[in-house]
């Protein structure tokens, strides 16, 4: 069986990475409105007839790919294309613009699996009285935390991307996409084990 990985953000864990690498910011291009990210990760198809525009938020060198605000997968071109090859079942790709023009994509995971595997992952829980509190009792029970993610293998359905329900803020990916992305010398990217 497959083994899978979350892609990481290595400026989060390099601090020469953190001041090399630029740092991008998604825009609603029309408004100038707050860009909410949620249905970008949620790991579901996004209905999306907005012009988006990239900001440069911390300049420096770019990457071919970028976790932006909250997350949300920022790729170039050629990245798009691998993916493309590979995984069109698994991904949506929305065009944005960065200030000069360059178009980039977003990268949507359109495949949401319940595969979190609790007796491996270190995983804390929304209690009744935090579910409440925060205005959400449906999540009570549902990880608040998960310092570890472990997931179970043959609970993805093969997926070669994919977001891990009730905790989809992590970009799985299975290990040939990651070997590709390694082979093609995308920048920008690291992983960590999952399975």
């Known amino acids: ?14 601090e020469n990475a953190y001041r090399r690498y630029w ?3 998604l825009r ?3 408004r100038r409105e707050f860009f909410d990210p949620w249905p970008y990760i949620s790991g579901r198809p996004v209905e999306s007839d907005r ?17 932006g605000y909250s997350f949300v997968p920022l790729i170039v071109p050629r990245v798009a294309s691998l993916l493309t090859e590979m ?6 790709l929305i065009p944005a613009r960065l200030p000069d023009g360059q178009c980039l994509f ?10 979190l595997d609790y007796h491996r992952s270190d995983v804390t829980r929304f209690t009744r009285e935090h579910a409440c509190a925060i205005g959400r009792p449906e999540r009570e029970g549902k990880p608040h935390m998960v310092k570890q993610l472990i997931i179970d293998p043959s609970r993805t359905h093969d997926r ?8 989809s803020g992590d970009l799985i990916v299975r290990e040939d996409i990651k070997q590709t992305l390694e082979k093609a010398a995308v920048t920008g990217v690291t992983y960590a084990s999952v399975t």
Request: proline share 5%; with cysteine.
């Open 1 to 14: 069986m497959a083994g899978y990985y979350s892609v990481l953000d290595p400026r989060g864990f390099d």
């Open 23 to 25: 740092f991008l910011d």
């Open 28 to 30: 609603d291009d029309a």
């Open 51 to 67: 012009e988006l525009c990239v900001a440069i938020e911390k300049p420096g060198d770019p990457l071919d790919f970028t976790y």
């Open 87 to 92: 995984a069109a079942d698994d991904i949506q």
């Open 106 to 115: 977003i990268l949507v995971v359109i495949r949401l699996e319940d595969c």
């Open 160 to 167: 070669k991307l994919l977001r891990v329900q009730n905790w």
